[in-house]
Each structure stands twice: as C-alpha cells, then as structure tokens.
C-alpha cells in the first residue's frame, strides 16, 4: 500500500511539474484618498516565494523594467508627477554588468492623481512587467488595470512632472521619493561629474575664455574697494547659475518625468537627437557658427548698464547669449544625455553641474584680479579644443542613432559598423591633433605643443584599441556605448560563418545568422525546421529573450563549454525564439491567441503563444530537442548550469534522433 502511495504521489508531481504554465505574481489595485480631490491609485504585485519583479528605473541593456501607461483625459483628471515605488532590493548582477532593483513577495506602486471635475471618474493603465526566479524567466506581459474615483474638482497644476507626495505612515513603502535609491543617486552624481566637465570644456573654447579678462576688467573698475568687487563676484557668479539651471528645469517642465524617462527607447527622439548632435559636430568642426539673433544681445548688453544686482544678473545674461556659438552645442548634448539617464531632474542637476563649472572661474578671477596672470594668453589652441569637442560630439550621435537601431532591430548600424565608425573619427582627430589636417579656423601651425603630442597620442592609442573589437574583442572601456557584442556580423562577415580548418566560408542558409559564440541559429520556427530536414539534424529549440538573465548565464556558462559548443555547432540546428521581440507583426499576421484571449501583435507576443500552446510552458530559458516532425526527442532542458547534465541531455536526445 505504501508502494501505490508512493507511485501515486510520484505521478501527480511528475504532472504537475511538467505542466510549466507559471502564474507567480498577482495584481491587486486599491485607492487612498488624500484629499477631497486628490488620490493615490496603488497597484500591489503579490509574488510567490522565490519570484521577483523588476523596478521601473533599470538603465539601457537591463531587463525590462516595470513601467505604467495610464490613459490620460486631460480634462477629466491629472497625473501628478510619476508612479512611486517601494525601496526593494538591490544587487549587482553579473550578466548585466550593473545594478538592478528588484523586489520580493510584494511590491506596491503609487500614481497620484487629481481630478478635474466633480462626479466620478475611470481610470485605466497598463502595467509592462518581467518576473524570474532563480532558473527561469517568464516573458515581458502586459496587465490592465482600473481605478473608479469619486470626488470633487481640484485646479488643474502647471507643471504636472513635480511630485508632491504627502508621507503615508501606515504604507509599507517609502514611495515618496523613488529616486533616492542607489542606482539613480549614482546615475544624478554621473551627470553632475560629467556636466562639471563639460562645464570647463567649454570655458576653454573661443567664445567664453577671451571674455574672462573683458569680465575681471568690468567688475575691477565698478567696484569701489575689494570687499565690493568680491560681493559683485559672487552675485556674478550665482547669476550665471540660475541662468542655466533655470533652463533645466525649463526642460524638464516642458516634457515632463513620463517623456524623459521614455527617451532612452524612443526611436524618433532618438533619431532626432542624432542628428541634433551631427549638426552641434559640423559648427564646431568650423563649417557654420549657431547664434542667437543679434538683438538679443544688443537688449540684454543694454540693461546691464543699469549697475546694481539686475546689472549683473544682465551681464551674466549677456554672457550666456554672446558664448552660445561655443557653449549651446555643449548645453544640448548635456541636456539630452542629462534628460535620458536622470530622468525628470537629470537636466536640473545636469545645468547645476555645467554653470557651476562656467561661474567658477569669472567668479573667482573677478574676486581676485592679480590670478589673471598665471592664464595662458588666448590663441589658436582655443579653437583647437572646439574641434576636438566637435569629433566629441559627432561619435556620441551615433549612440542616438545605434539606439534606434536597436529598438527596430533593422541591423544597420551592426557592432562592427559602428566601431568602424568610432575608428574613424577617433583616426581622424589622432591626425588632426599631429598636424596632419587643418580645419577652416585654425592658426597656421608651425609645432604641436608637448600637451598636444601627449593628447594625440592617447587618442592614437584608444583608436588602436578600438580595431580588435571588429573582430570579436570585448571592449570593456566602452562597454555601454557599441551595440551588444551579439548584435554583431563578427567575426566572419554578414551572413557568413567560418567552417573547416582551412578557413572556408560558408553562405549562412536563408532565415539565419550567428548566435551566441557563432552558433548558426534561426529566428523563426519554419525556415529552422525546413533547414534542419535538409541537413537531416535535429533541433533544438529555444525559447529566450533579449532581456532573460538566465538565457545568457545558460549561453556564456554552459554553451560556451568546448564539449557543449561543439554540439551546439555541429550536430543540431538552433532556433532561438525572443519572447520580448518588440517589432510588430504584419497586421495580416496579427490574430487573438486561443489559449490567452489577447491579441498577439509583435514577434515576441507570437513565440510566446506558440510556447504556451505546444508546450503549456511560459518560462525562459525553455529548451526542447525536436525531430523532424516536430515531436520531442526527450524531456524538456530548462535552466541548468551543470554543464555536464546539460552536455548528457543534448547526448541522450541526438541519440534517440539517430535512432528513428
């Protein structure tokens, strides 16, 4: 009798565990009222013990974050500011290379809201998410939600990106300021550092550096004694940084948190800030100058001869429009790169940095006029700094561009196309810094100063450095910045892959390309099968994502084994279905899934399906050993880092092939 228990129990765990349809979290929403017109809408995600969700502020090349996308009704109700998360948990994880937030067992999020007319109001959103464990991730889905308030019109605010949440003693959260974590403190220190730099960057180019002196030379014959020259300073100085700073938050007012923080994916912003960056590239290199209109300047120069602190603030003003030529290609590239990586406050912090840099010096100069003396007397070296900010500012357009790229996943500006890119601009400014090409503002130049040697033969070396990732090199000192290494033709050329001893080349078969470690792997089921009855093979199919980390924990530790690569290569054909594919299906294409009910509308959604229909499975990494007729040659692989174990499992199911 304890024998048939046994058995029993064995079979129904073997049921239950080959049933693979996960459902780990649960979505439950509730309303807090702050006030007769305001409301916090909380979204809480139960988790099962071992699952965790990812936070909604996860930098490029992550998983998918949480994210939400409430309808808006602007005359119905107002969203205030963006939706607050719990503190979680933090680590640094090694596939990604960063740290990422995630939390466990519960989560709660709050968006506050205010209404704009009296009477009841529906909301709806809908909630993006991605849930793993310790083996598996399920693919990125979609949850709507909806809130039903009731309460009396508020006025509608300005500026709808500034939080104003009041603390909730009874939450489990501290939702009030989601940007006091970790990461993003890390992220808003960047931008300051880099904004700081820039800052100086641009005090070292034509339009700011002469005007130090013309500066220093004003405030030394307005003041009546030194206690005078160094109030007028420093009222210079903070004039200068509330110019800037005021323009930050201009920015960031204008867009708002939910723009800013979609502009790291957005194509056409992408594409937009690209050529944004081109055209700052081409007036530094020397081809056109961008200015203001000269009437501004004329006004401006006419109030600051009022004297006093408004004749100051004038002067300060007058400053920032005279230097624009030099200093807003600078400003922009900050605040797009401030905007993308630092969310709504990224500018504001970013503009700090930058004019605390710019008022520095004339501050300091103009408090104490005798350091004049130790500055190096202005020259052609000023312009030479405005190129080399130029060839700067046209390799950081690609990025933009390289982005958009991989949104799309078009495959045009591939990893060795945008090296290439880098080494030659980072080539040509290595010879425009010997001496070797002049450029339409330069000084005749007759020797390259030592620093100068000494620059260009560091960006020589970096030039140098850049060439082996053409051919399969990490790059760690720019890791970030190139399109993932298997976002790649390397190391043998599109569509091709090297094979035999003697280094022949063979065409990649049509529907294929080179995976991880070079595998030939197919993209889509059909064309994989029909190959796979070709070479008379079987196939393994996999079920991954983009954004799966146990997906490449399985392909940089176990498929990377030389007894494992090999069968990998040469004994089984590859499909590697993406359940995260963003790109849409053609609309001939697009149908409602039978199993789930939801419309399937992109490639992903489309693998997704089809793992839940044949196999009732929902998890990444998910692997299964086919023959030709589609039938499974043994039980299914999931996440499983013994490499001999899995090495035994691809054994077991080519056998069994071989044996039909």
């Known amino acids: 009798m304890k024998k048939i228990l046994v058995t029993l129990l064995f079979l129904v765990v073997s049921l239950v565990s080959s049933s693979q349809i996960f459902e780990p979290i649960k979505w439950a929403t509730s309303i807090e009222k702050i006030s007769d017109s305001e409301f916090d809408l909380i979204t809480t995600a139960i988790l099962d013990e071992g699952w965790h969700l990812y936070g909604q502020f996860i930098d490029d090349g992550g998983p998918i974050p949480t994210s939400f996308n409430f309808e808006k009704v602007d005359d119905a109700y107002q969203l205030i500011g963006k939706v607050t998360e719990g503190e979680g948990h933090e680590g640094f994880d090694k596939v990604f290379e960063m740290d990422i937030k995630y939390f466990e067992k519960e989560a709660v999020f709050k968006q506050r809201i205010k209404l704009l007319k009296s009477g009841k109001a529906t909301i709806s959103g809908v909630i993006e998410y991605m849930v793993c464990d310790d083996t598996t991730c399920l693919p990125p889905t979609e949850e709507d939600i909806s809130f039903n308030v009731e309460g009396k019109a508020g006025e509608k605010d300005a500026d709808t990106s500034v939080e104003n949440p009041k603390k909730d003693d009874s939450s489990k959260i501290e939702g009030s300021k989601p940007e006091s974590n970790k990461k993003n403190n890390k992220s808003l220190l960047t931008i300051f550092i880099i904004a700081f730099f820039s800052g100086f960057a641009a005090l070292l180019t034509p339009c700011v550096f002469p005007m130090i002196p013309m500066t220093v030379s004003f405030f030394t014959k307005q003041s009546k004694n030194k206690a005078a020259g160094i109030r ?55 081809a056109f100058e961008i200015v203001l209109p000269s009437s501004w300047g004329t006004k401006v120069d006419a109030q600051a001869d009022r004297g006093g602190v408004i004749g100051i603030f004038f ?72 190129v080399v900010l130029g060839f700067l500012e046209l390799a950081l357009a690609f990025k933009f561009l390289s982005n958009a790229d991989l949104v799309l996943q078009l495959h045009w500006l591939e990893r060795e196309v945008f090296l290439a890119i880098w080494i030659a601009i980072f080539g040509t400014l290595a010879l425009y810094l010997f001496g070797k090409i002049q450029l339409p503002h330069d000084s005749p130049l007759k020797h390259i100063s030592v620093s100068r040697l000494i620059f260009g033969l560091l960006v020589l070396s970096f030039t140098v450095y850049l060439i082996p990732g053409l051919w399969g090199a990490p790059l760690k000192l720019i890791s970030g910045f190139p399109p993932p290494m298997q976002y790649s033709e390397s190391p043998y050329g599109v569509g091709y892959t090297k094979i035999g001893s003697g280094g022949i080349k063979e065409k990649l078969p049509d529907g294929a390309k080179n995976g991880p470690h070079d595998i030939v792997a197919f993209l889509d089921y059909e064309k994989g099968m029909a190959y796979a ?41 590859l499909i590697s279905l993406y359940v995260d594919d963003k790109r849409s299906l053609p609309e001939s294409e697009q149908y409602v899934s039978e199993t789930t009910g939801k419309k399937i509308k ?59």
Not at 374 to 385: A, E, Q, R
């Open 533 to 573: 009855k070709t070479a008379n093979k079987p196939v393994l199919l996999d079920f991954t994502g983009h954004a799966c980390v146990n997906c490449r924990k399985m392909e940089e530790r176990v498929w990377s084994d030389p007894k494992v690569l090999e069968v990998l290569k040469n004994d089984i054909v």
């Open 232 to 286: 007028n300073a420093l009222i210079y100085g903070l004039s200068i940084v509330i110019i800037y700073v005021f323009l930050g938050w201009i920015i960031s007012s204008i867009f708002g948190a939910d723009a800013l923080n979609a502009l790291s994916t957005n194509v056409w912003f992408n594409i937009i800030f690209f050529l944004l960056l081109v055209v700052f590239a081409i007036s530094f290199l020397g």
């Open 602 to 660: 992109s490639i992903g959604n489309k693998w997704s399906d089809f793992q839940i229909k044949k196999y009732k499975a929902n998890a990444q990494p998910y692997y299964v050993l086919l023959d030709h007729n589609g039938d499974n040659l043994n039980e299914y692989s999931a996440y499983d880092p013994d490499i001999d174990s899995y090495f035994a499992w691809l054994k077991e199911g080519i056998g069994n092939f071989k044996s039909e």
């Open 315 to 386: 002067m300060a003003l007058a400053l920032a429009i005279v230097s624009f030529s030099c200093t807003g290609p600078i400003v922009g590239t900050l605040l797009v790169e401030a905007a993308v990586g630092g969310g709504n406050i990224g500018p504001i912090i970013g503009m700090l940095g930058f004019s605390l840099a710019i008022a520095l010096p004339f501050a300091l100069f103009a408090a104490f006029p005798g350091w004049l003396n130790s500055l190096p007397k202005s020259g052609g070296w000023l312009n030479t700094v405005k």
